[in-house]
């Protein structure tokens, strides 16, 4: 996924352009808001012609051009792309303005970098959700999730899921072999204000893997001890 940066603050930027690049997407930085501006407008157009989703992190105080104006601008000109307006305003006036002016998400500095990836990626679901080009069938080993229908077999075999479950499933299908912390899981199908001491994400992990992976050889769903899971071929039970 796409993310361009458009933040005046070089050590912010820094911090946050070091940080996604670490977690394998691509970033670009605007210092200003005409050139944010304009390298919004373009980065919607490639997201068309290549059918990869990108979202704009859009500081609210900018030079040249406020980062609402520059909402207001891509939203009246028909362009699409996720907005997470990112600001040190953080009374409620100010986020209802940024939400009426088109933003998708509001986050408020000072913030944590874990939080960031996991509004990044609810974001980014919802570009795919969108794009013409998007997959509809997601296959791990012998693990298939249609897209449409959200039906899930594993070696030929229907698998019945819930609601979360499949969201659960979807996310980590959606990048084979990447850890997602609990936080980051919990942030993606939970939504930010479930309490993120909760043991939820546990729990249900417990259950897709009762479902997914008992009476198999291969082991998809696997558990990084003290950091999170991934699911991904391996031809051990052990997780």
């Given at each position: 996924m796409n993310?361009?940066?458009?933040?005046?603050d070089a050590r912010i930027a820094d911090f946050l352009m070091r940080g996604l690049r670490a977690e394998g997407y691509h970033v670009q930085r605007a210092?200003?808001?005409?050139?944010?501006?304009?390298?919004?407008?373009?980065?919607a157009r490639d997201a068309a012609q290549q059918a990869t989703p990108s979202v704009v992190v859009l500081d609210l105080m900018l030079p040249g051009m406020s980062g609402m104006e520059i909402c207001q601008t891509l939203r009246a000109g028909g362009v699409q792309l996720p907005i997470l307006m990112l600001t040190a305003m953080s009374s409620l006036e100010d986020r209802v303005n940024g939400l009426r002016m088109g933003a998708?998400?509001?986050l408020c500095k000072p913030f944590e970098f874990e939080e960031l990836l996991a509004r990044l990626e609810a974001l980014g679901r919802r570009a795919r959700a969108v794009q013409p080009g998007r997959t509809q069938l997601l296959q791990v080993h012998d693990l298939v999730l249609d897209r449409e229908s959200m039906r899930v077999s594993r070696a030929?075999?229907?698998?019945?899921?819930?609601?979360?479950?499949?969201?659960?499933?979807?996310?980590l299908m959606s990048a084979p072999g990447r850890m997602f912390s609990r936080e980051r899981i919990l942030a993606n199908v939970w939504g930010h204000n479930e309490d993120p001491l909760?043991?939820?994400?546990?729990v249900y992990i417990r259950?897709?893997?009762?479902?997914?992976?008992?009476g198999h050889p291969a082991t998809l769903i696997q558990t990084m001890r003290g950091l999170g899971y991934r699911l991904e071929r391996v031809e051990s039970n052990m997780a």
């Open positions: 993310v361009l940066i458009v933040e005046d210092a200003t808001g005409p050139l944010g501006l304009e390298m919004a407008q373009q980065a998708d998400d509001y030929g075999q229907p698998i019945s899921l819930t609601a979360r479950e499949l969201a659960l499933l979807e996310l909760t043991n939820v994400v546990d259950r897709l893997r009762a479902k997914v992976d008992e």
